[in-house]
């Protein structure tokens, strides 16, 4: 299975800033995707980030809030863009390796 | 059509009592279900999970029963232990070659195992 690292594990911002999310994989992976996990809800896709190509976007979901880089097969990021209280959540990434996903640790993000 | 959709919202149980958990769906192209558990300030970890040509699967004290043409599918727990205790999550996805793969959740059982 895949080790999977997320930078930062956790952060407070303040309402109208952006923070970027860093998920590092040990191996090459073709999938990875971002997740929203609101509190006490369950996961949402955010969307799917293929390298070499732009981010898929999940329905409620657009570029300029949620702005994803892929720069090659182990790396990905996701901004989370001019946030408000309502962006505070976990925000987690996950790669499908062996024909299912396995997710990282998570970014607890609070906005005040 | 794209929802999952998972019962009980919490579940609360005696140790070594079986935990069940429910889950349905509606997209027949669904092929692939998977369970997790989530600890609290942790991502979900997987499992177990199911393909449709079986009707269960069964890994140590966890067993998936799935019922295709009821479309659903369920987690048993058998000996519930106290670390046990967590939220889990179904979760359907297509996984054909012109899929993504992309995971649908259900929306989370919150189970408690009392000593």
């Known amino acids: 299975s895949a080790v999977i690292s997320q930078k930062p594990s956790r952060d407070i911002c303040q309402r109208g800033t952006s923070l970027t999310i860093q998920c590092q994989v040990d191996?090459?992976?073709?999938?990875m995707f971002w997740y929203r996990q609101q509190p006490g809800q369950s996961l949402t896709l955010i969307a799917t980030a293929n390298q070499g190509s732009e981010a898929t976007y999940e329905s409620g979901f657009v570029i300029d809030k949620f702005p994803i880089s892929r720069p090659n097969l182990t790396f990905s990021t996701l901004t989370v863009s001019n946030m408000s209280p309502e962006d505070s959540s976990i925000y987690l990434c996950?790669?499908?390796?062996?024909?299912?996903?396995?997710f990282g640790p998570g970014t607890r993000l609070t906005v005040l | 059509q794209q929802q999952v959709k998972q019962s009980p919202q919490s579940l609360i149980v005696q140790k070594g009592g079986i935990s069940i958990i429910n889950c349905a769906y509606e997209n027949t192209a669904f092929d692939y279900f998977p369970w997790y558990q989530q600890f609290p300030g942790k991502g979900p970890a997987l499992l177990i999970a199911i393909r449709p040509d079986v009707s269960e699967k069964k890994e140590g004290r966890f067993t998936i029963s799935f019922n295709k043409s009821a479309k659903q599918f369920s987690l048993h727990i058998m000996d519930s232990q106290p670390g046990d205790s967590a939220t889990y999550f179904c979760a359907a996805s297509m996984t054909g070659s012109s899929n993504t793969g992309k995971l649908i959740f259900g929306q989370g059982t919150t189970l408690q195992v009392k000593p």
């Open positions: 191996s090459q992976v073709t999938m």
């Open positions: 996950s790669v499908g390796l062996t024909g299912t996903e396995e």
